[in-house]
C-alpha cells in the first residue's frame, strides 16, 4: 500500500525563507522614511490647526511654528528641513508644501527611492 507524503522539502522550506526574509528586510530599510514622513505631514497638520482660527497669520509665523514642530518631533534634518517647507499665498489662503524624496540602502548598489508631499491650506484673513 502506498501512503501520501506530506510536507515541505528542505529546499522549498530555503526558498520561502529567502522570499519573506528579503520583504522583511526591505520592510526594516523602509519604514523608517515613512516614520520620518508622518512627523512632517504630522507637523504641517498641527501648524494648520494651530493657525487657521488666528486672523493676522503671517508667513513668518507659520515658519516659526514649523520649525518649532520639527524640533519638537525630531525631525531627520538631514532629509527634510523646515526651510525647506514652500509656503505661498493664494486668494487669502496660505499653501504650506512639504515636498521631498528619501532614499534607503537596499543590497550593495540597490536602493529604495522613496517621494513624499504634503500639501495643507492655513486660511489667511
Given amino acids: 500500500m502506498r501512503s501520501k507524503q506530506s510536507g515541505m522539502t ?3 522550506l530555503v526558498v520561502l525563507i529567502v522570499v519573506v526574509g528579503t520583504w522583511v528586510y526591505a520592510a526594516m530599510r523602509v519604514v523608517p522614511l515613512y ?11 498641527k ?3 494651530e493657525f487657521n482660527s488666528n486672523p ?3 508667513e513668518f509665523m507659520i515658519r516659526k511654528g514649523i520649525e518649532r514642530h520639527f524640533n519638537i518631533e525630531m525631525v531627520k534634518e538631514d532629509v527634510f528641513n523646515y526651510p ?13 508644501t ?3 524624496e528619501d532614499m534607503a540602502p537596499f543590497v550593495a548598489n540597490i536602493y529604495f527611492l522613496v517621494s ?10
Fill in 116 to 125: 513624499f508631499d504634503k500639501t495643507v491650506e492655513i486660511q489667511a484673513r
Fill in 10 to 12: 528542505s529546499i522549498g
Fill in 47 to 49: 501648524v494648520r490647526d
Fill in 35 to 45: 516614520l520620518n514622513y508622518m512627523k512632517v505631514a504630522g507637523t504641517l497638520e
Fill in 98 to 100: 512639504a515636498a521631498y
Fill in 84 to 96: 525647506d517647507v514652500v509656503i505661498k499665498k493664494d486668494a487669502g489662503t496660505f499653501r504650506v
Fill in 56 to 58: 493676522s497669520t503671517t
